[in-house]
């Protein structure tokens, strides 16, 4: 049974830096497509970037310079480093994971961290 965990959100000012972190238990990070969204109150949610295997990367444009996804394989374990926070990256922040090197399907998601961010 894959379970995601996520953790390091929190509420920030403006300019600052958080970490998130997915552990994943019943899923192995290093052979398939993980990645994190992300969701506003009233708005959908939408893709803040993927990694795949072999480590290639995709970012939303919102958060293209700002943020960066990595794994620790070893640790089973996903990341977000979010830096330059803005008031509008405030929002529940999902990790999930594919079955599939591709990134099309996201099947197994975690309950969510909260970030907020405030001008």
């Known amino acids: 049974q894959v379970q995601l965990v996520e953790s390091g959100g929190g509420s920030v000012q403006a300019g600052g830096s958080l970490t998130l972190s997915c552990a994943a238990y019943?899923?192995?990070?290093?052979?398939?497509?993980m990645g994190w969204f992300r969701q506003a109150p009233g708005k959908e949610r939408e893709r803040v970037a993927h990694i795949r295997m072999h480590g290639v990367t995709n970012y939303a444009d919102s958060v293209k310079g700002r943020f960066t996804i990595s794994r620790d394989n070893a640790k089973n374990t996903l990341y977000l480093q979010m830096n330059s926070l803005k008031p509008e990256d405030t929002g529940m922040y999902y990790c999930a994971a594919s079955p599939f090197v591709v990134c099309d399907s996201m099947t197994f998601w975690g309950q969510g961290t909260q970030v907020t961010v405030s001008s």
């Open positions: 019943g899923y192995s990070t290093s052979h398939y497509c």
